[in-house]
């Protein structure tokens, strides 16, 4: 079985190795068993359930919440010749009927629908009508009553285990903590299902939190890194989308707004833009996103503090679903506290719902207030260690400094009680400040005795002291009294003195070098750039063509492969990554005659290609590192090495460092016994999947030279 999901891979979706535990999981559920899949996004979750719907009999059924994710899924899954429907409410009644007797012929493969059209009594008895080969329940933490998606509808789907005890099913989504896996494996009778957890970490996103300054001026600083990218920036409120859509318009940005409280037609329409056209940014609140496949989202910025680092995490995760570089960008103030915990002391809900949400709104402020990595910390939270800093997030590329503000939080803490524990940050402010204000004469605060005692700090710093005392829980905003600042328990050792504090020092943050962008023109050198932007004019020709998102043509990732590899035939087109069959089919001569046109400025031939692979081999590089380097894939990498070898212009030694007990196993398994060598998928299986296919082609390569000799 595993052998037949590899071929499925390669010949259907155009990748030679599967990432993670996508093997693990596909065995799993092709040979009838249960699953419960947590993957971040972009890690491949959806081949999780389309190579097992391909390879096992029947009708593979996705429950999908959003109608746009399952008419994307759909025509992607149409480009690569899969036979692949949605049944959902715009349809018509002939255009069902069709889907229906598709299913009734068998020649249907996957169908999506949502959930509640599913549990539909006549749905679900004409399902039983016909061979199924698997339920999957895609965005599973919409099951979780106390998860920022709940959908009551996904609660009906516990009845399938009941209802087809032979058909496997796998659940799946990109972030749920322990309460809502445990939650999952309840409401979906999948107790006995194997679970598979994939780390959460998205390597290729660069974090950065800053506190509010101008946030707009802000938000224009980190834009102008991202010029040409498509983008998506989060806001609370309806009312603050329209304004900062419309203020980026005014800048020059393609932004388009997008809430619940647009019509159905315009949201449809925004977002069909934002799938389909380059570079648009989408201002949204969360309403939007979670039907968003669009691979090259280059940046998520968020101008207001999200409820919980599950909802940070899943927000920012929509950026580089491709795996290229990607930034999660936020600003966020005290403001956003005071407005997050007035929404949830005001929600529906008892208190043990309510002290939930505080708690994860408490992890989301520590995560903005951290400082130590921010990878490390936002990881930890869902039960995943790493173990050095990631060297790709703000603290850990700019630093954080620290100072001893614990005479200066007595102040704070002092005015906040001598005045009366009723007003805001702008009048503690003042007070410490010594500002003769007109509120400050009325109130007769010119006679505290803190009145004019924190002349040391700015009002900037002071600010940043009230914010980072709130989010420490060491002052609460008193949403009865219109945001006044009060004292919490836990500050009355710091007054006693009896312990130090240490905050955070208030710095100016700067945007990052150009060096750092991360915007997908960067990857293009700029003897790329005309052979690059053809490649795209393309991409977009064949889109509109077929009336899919570019996307669904290519990633970008994959013509940044052919970009470097060059290929010059169509054999050489099927080796780079992502390109399977149907589309060397349709779309292979078309992108060989842009690559193959002289009048485009040269990029790396795949002869320059082997020669700078054969250097950089020489002078020690890892295979990983060379792959950095030249913006290819490992794969390609180790092909190339793999060639070189069998030239005779590397060794195995300068190709590759192994251990010499595994290197020793690795030979014995390709000569135990007799005749030629066996292939690479053969002495995968004898090792147990445990190395690398690229290794395995590089030893065999070195042994034919020596049995060659």
Known sequence: MRQAARAVLKEVFGYDAFRGQQAEIIAQVSEGGDALVL???????????????LLRDGLCVVVSPLIALMED??????????????????????????????????SLKMLYLAPERLVQPRMLAFLETVPLALFAIDEAHCVSQWGHDFRP?????????????????????????????????QRLHLQQAAQFVSSFDRPNIFYRIATKDQPRK???????????????????????????????????????????????????????????????????????????????????????????????????????????PSDAWMAYGLQDMVFLKQMLQNSEGDERHKRIERHKLDAMLALCEETRCRRQALLEYFGETLPEPCGHCDICTDGVETWDATEAARLALSSIYRSGQRYGVGHQVDILLGKQTDKVASLGHQHLSVF???????????????????????????????GGLRLSDTCRPLLRGETQLQLRREVKQSTRSGSKGSAARDLVRPEERSQWEALRALRKQLAEEHAVPPYVIFP??????????????????????????????????????????????????????RHELACLARAGMTPAQMAEQLKLSEKSVYGYLAELIS???????????????????????????????PGVSQVREMLGGRVNDGVLHCVRSALAMELLD
């Open 556 to 609: 970008d990732s994959t013509l940044l492969e052919m970009l470097r590899m060059r290929p010059q035939t169509l054999r050489d087109m099927a080796q780079v990554s992502g390109v399977g069959a149907r589309k060397l089919d349709r779309y292979g001569e078309a992108f060989l005659a842009v690559l193959q046109d002289e009048n485009q400025a040269p990029a790396m031939r795949t002869e320059d290609v």
């Open 73 to 106: 899924q759909v025509a992607t899954l149409d480009e690569l010749g899969v036979a692949a429907a949605a049944l959902n409410s715009l349809q018509s009644a002939d255009e069902q009927r069709e889907i229906a007797q598709r299913i009734r012929d068998g």
């Open 218 to 324: 802000q938000l224009l600083g980190f834009l102008a890194e991202h010029k040409g990218d498509a983008g998506i920036v989060y806001c609370l409120s309806r009312k603050k989308v329209e304004e900062v859509a419309a203020f980026l318009a005014e800048q020059g940005y393609p932004a388009l707004p997008y809430h619940a409280g647009l019509s159905n037609e315009l949201r449809s329409y925004h977002q069909k833009r934002f799938l389909n056209e380059e570079g648009l940014i989408m201002v949204a609140t969360i309403a939007f996103g979670m039907g968003i496949d669009k691979p090259n989202v280059r940046f998520v910025a968020h101008l207001d503090l999200p409820k919980s680092l599950e909802a940070y995490y899943q927000e920012t995760g929509r950026a580089g679903r491709d795996g290229l």
């Open 647 to 677: 030239a005779g212009q590397l060794s195995l030694e300068q190709a590759i460092d192994l251990p010499e007990s595994l290197l020793g196993e690795i030979q014995d398994a390709f000569l135990d016994g007799d005749g030629d060598l």
């Open 153 to 185: 509808e996904y609660l009906q789907l516990g009845q399938l285990a009941e209802l087809f005890p032979q058909v496997p099913r796998i659940a799946l989504t990109a972030t749920a903590d322990q309460r809502t896996q445990e939650e999952i494996r």
């Open 452 to 482: 004019g005692q924190g002349k040391q700090l700015s009002e900037h710093e002071w600010r940043g002291v009230f914010r980072q005392l709130v989010a420490r829980g060491l002052a609460d905003v008193d949403l009865d009294a219109y």
């Open 39 to 53: 993957m971040p996004t972009g890690g491949g979750k959806s081949l999780c359930y389309q190579i097992p719907g």
